[in-house]
């Protein structure tokens, strides 16, 4: 698959939305390495040592610092640089985020989602598009079996709705305008609880961590005995960029469906399982939990089926949990020790793609 991808990726010309973000980042640099030719639309990196700045990522792509809720603007860069392939990850994706600014929320991840599909719609250029949205997007019933692609949509809060809707709102420009377009294959996709290097979100796990360990003080576990289906981030991205490849290759068997793209069911860990793990490389860190600070409501459980995506993509994750906690852990304290961030990120792409079966 690695020489596959190389040969299919090479010259192609690729947009990405949300290219500073975390899982951005590492998507715009992966498809540098595979000889891309990558544009970026995205607000400017929200956080201080950002993955987009420590990869040099704005001297390597063409990048945009655009809001995507300005559409004028959004469908002229497209028009512009006639992509063959749209990656759309531009989203607000912080669940307590959504709870303080919903109006952000929704406009960000309806309206902005609904700009591109526009976009995208008068862009002839475009061969495949692959538009994530997140497995909260599911109305969440605390099942203990996996969410098919098929399941309800929605939620309770306003980043879970927002999702929910740019889902519907990608089903309705299928509908009415991809079905029948000629040579373009469109789907969505589904993934969550992605941990790698390099993330410095607020409100997240594993940079919560780092940054207790750089401030060297305790770490504070909201919800220790929440379960939750831990992946590297290089899995679903791999996923995505698998998804592409094949509706760019034969979209009338693809086209316009939603894919799930999450860890096999080992990996369904408890948050204080991944703390533990994680700290293997700082000990002399400790875990303490606070959950007097606990205002909004959070899934104990969410996780997905991946049935389809190996059954039709061939697509399985490659990193069990520890493994994947194992290569988070690496890429910080590499980092954090003098290394060069771009010559471990290059390793660790390499190490995943060399990855017969699953570690």
């Known amino acids: 698959m690695n020489n596959v991808l ?7 010309k690729v947009l990405l939305t949300g290219h500073t973000g975390f899982k951005g980042s590492w998507l715009a640099f992966w498809l540098k390495t595979l000889g891309a030719h990558v544009t970026g639309v995205a607000l400017e990196p929200e956080y201080e040592n950002s993955l987009f700045e420590k990869l040099s990522l704005s001297n390597i792509i063409d990048t945009h610092f655009q809001d995507i809720r300005d559409y004028a603007k959004l ?23 959504s709870y303080e600014d919903p109006m952000l929320t929704f406009s960000t991840n309806v309206m902005g989602s609904l700009n ?38 929605g939620g309770p809060d306003p980043y879970s709705a927002s999702k929910a809707c740019a889902e519907h709102v990608f089903k309705s420009y299928f509908l009415s305008y991809f079905r029948e377009r000629p040579n373009f294959g469109c789907a969505s996709t589904r993934a969550g609880n992605v941990i790698g290097g390099g993330d410095r979100a607020k409100d997240r796990i594993v940079p919560d961590i780092i940054r207790a360990i750089e401030k060297s003080t305790p770490i504070f576990l909201r919800n220790p005995q929440s379960t939750r289906p831990w992946q590297h981030v290089l899995d679903p991205l791999h996923g995505y960029l698998c998804l592409a490849m094949a509706l760019y290759n034969n979209p009338s068997q693809l086209n316009g469906e939603a894919w799930n793209f999450g ?4 990996s369904i860990k408890m948050v204080y399982e991944l703390a533990e793990l994680l700290l293997d490389f700082w000990p002399e860190t400790s875990i303490e939990t606070n959950t007097l600070n606990k205002n909004y409501h959070e899934s104990n459980l969410l996780h997905l089926s991946i049935d389809k995506a190996q059954s039709l993509l061939k697509w399985v994750p490659k990193y069990h949990f520890k493994h994947a906690v194992s290569q988070v852990g690496s890429w910080y304290k590499r980092v954090h020790d003098g290394e060069d961030p771009k010559q471990v990120t290059t390793e660790q792409i390499t190490h995943f793609m060399e990855c017969k079966e699953t570690v």
């Open 75 to 97: 469908e002229a860069i497209i028009s512009r640089t006639e992509p063959d392939i749209v990656f759309h990850l531009a989203a607000q994706a912080l669940v307590r985020r």
């Open 6 to 12: 190389h040969e299919f990726y090479r010259n192609k």
């Open 263 to 266: 860890p096999s069911n080992q």
């Open 116 to 153: 591109l599909l526009e976009s995208i719609r008068h862009c002839p250029s475009i061969r495949s598009l692959v538009y994530i949205t997140s497995d909260k997007c599911y109305w969440n019933n605390e099942w203990t079996w996996g969410y098919r692609e098929s399941d309800s949509l």
